[in-house]
Structures are given as C-alpha cells and as structure tokens.
C-alpha cells in the first residue's frame, strides 16, 4: 500500500504560477500510474492530469492542456504538478491519486486505489 501527502498549495493571482507536490512513501512510485484531480465546493471531482508509471506518457483536462503539466521524479517518489495561467476558475482542493501501472489511462477518479489528502490552491481574480 503507498500513502501519499500533497504540498505546495496557497493563495495565487490569477495568471500566476503555482507548483503542487505529491510525496510518496511505502511503496515505490514506478509500480503506479499518478494522477491529479481537483474538488471545488459542490462540485464532483474531477480528472486534471495523469502520468504514467514511467513518465513516458501523459494525459490532460481540456480546461487545463497547455496550462499545467505533471511531471514525475521516481527516484524521489514524488509528483508533480506545474499550474501556469492560473484563473479564478482553478480554485479547488488538489488531490494526488495512485492506481496500479497498466497501458490504460484513466479518467475517472474510481479508477484510482490510493489518494492522498488534497492541498488547497486559491485563484484571486
């Protein structure tokens, strides 16, 4: 079983940058596909980005390509996720999600075994 802890969140202007983190421990990250979600209040959560086990392929939101990009470092067991342009819209809890390495991305946040606890980002307008 991995746990994962989120970091890097906080209050940004809109058009900033902001870099969230997601560290793992337990497990070694190379046994798992990393994704991003994102929860803003009264909202279902929804997929931002996904990497896969080795960094070798990744995928994005519509509302996000271009914007952000996830990254992975597996000898640090850490993920990353890179948020430029921020807009007001971006505002949500952040949560890292691991689930078992396989050629299929994922899209859904059910398809993930293993969350972590989520990091706050706020965009002012």
């Known amino acids: 079983q991995v746990q994962l802890v989120e970091s890097g969140g906080g209050l940004v202007q809109a058009g900033g940058s902001l870099r969230v983190s997601c560290a793992a421990s337990?497990?070694?990250?190379?046994?798992?596909?990393m994704g991003w979600f994102r929860q803003a209040p009264g909202k279902e959560r929804d997929f931002v980005a996904e990497i896969n086990w080795s960094g070798s392929r990744s995928y994005y939101a519509d509302s996000v390509k271009g914007r952000f990009t996830i990254s992975r470092d597996n000898a640090k067991n850490t993920v990353y996720l890179q948020m430029n342009s921020l807009k007001p819209e971006d505002t949500a809890l952040y949560y890292c999600a691991a689930g078992w390495a396989r050629s299929i991305p994922r899209f859904t946040a059910k398809e993930y075994a293993y969350w972590g606890q989520g990091t706050q980002v706020t965009v002012s307008s």
């Open positions: 337990g497990r070694t990250l190379t046994s798992y596909d």
